[in-house]
T-cell receptor
Framework: AQSVTQPDIHITVSEGASLELRCNYSYGATPYLFWYVQSPGQGLQLLLKYFSGDTLVQGIKGFEAEFKRSQSSFNLRKPSVHWSDAAEYFCAVGATNAGKSTFGDGTTLTVKP | DTGVSQDPRHKITKRGQNVTFRCDPISEHNRLYWYRQTLGQGPEFLTYFQNEAQLEKSRLLSDRFSAERPKGSFSTLEIQRTEQGDSAMYLC?????????????FGPGTRLTVT
């Protein structure tokens, strides 16, 4: 069975500081991995995805993530956060046959001015 | 391309009533997914369709829940005899089976409140 753990429920960073959100997954084969962002009352927007190839993937809004198979991790990073990045972030793992995705419980990001 | 749309955006109902939600996927997408999200949790998979065929249902989808996708276009999710525990955000997503990336595009969700 596939599962995702996001160890940090809530993270607070200062505007302009760097950010790293952690994600650990469990999946029997090569996973499809995703990061989504959700603003209050909104649906989910895809930030980036990993399927194969280069383990460092670039996404929208200046985000990147690195797939580390040995650590079963797919951490999200941003070198300098903006106040508009405050939101909830979800990591997800998908099946290779493009079926359902399994989501973590999310990390809420607060940005201090 | 107008994205995935869901209707209604909000629904308040009394316990025991039936409710139905609609999802319109991106027009060329052949897969459609339903998820449920409760406060403080990530989305939980409920069911998905490829065209009009329902390919998988979660154990979360009790007998009171039913989903359809007639003609492989829009989908409806019905909850019969609603309970307070059904209060949640119901998210719909679509994707194209056969694309290289299998991305799921999410709609804005329908927030259900059962009083």
């Amino acid at each position: 069975a596939q599962s995702v753990t996001q160890p940090d429920i809530h993270i607070t960073v200062s505007e302009g500081a760097s950010l790293e959100l952690r994600c650990n997954y469990s999946y029997g084969a090569t996973p499809y991995l995703f990061w989504y962002v959700q603003s209050p009352g909104q649906g989910l927007q895809l930030l980036l995805k990993y399927f194969s190839g280069d383990t460092l993937v670039q996404g929208i809004k200046g985000f990147e993530a690195e797939f580390k198979r040995s650590q079963s991790s797919f951490n999200l990073r941003k070198p300098s956060v903006h106040w508009s990045d405050a939101a909830e972030y979800f990591c997800a793992v998908g099946a290779t046959n493009a079926g359902k995705s399994t989501f973590g419980d999310g990390t809420t990001l607060t940005v201090k001015p | 391309d107008t994205g995935v749309s869901q209707d209604p955006r909000h629904k308040i109902t009394k316990r025991g009533q039936n409710v139905t939600f609609r999802c319109d996927p991106i027009s060329e997408h052949n897969r459609l997914y339903w998820y449920r999200q409760t406060l403080g949790q990530g989305p939980e998979f409920l069911t998905y369709f490829q065209n009009e065929a329902q390919l998988e249902k979660s154990r979360l989808l009790s007998d009171r829940f039913s989903a359809e996708r007639p003609k492989g276009s829009f989908s409806t999710l019905e909850i019969q005899r609603t309970e307070q525990g059904d209060s949640a955000m119901y998210l719909c997503a679509s994707s194209f089976q056969g694309s290289a990336t299998y991305e799921q595009y999410f709609g804005p969700g329908t927030r259900l409140t059962v009083t």
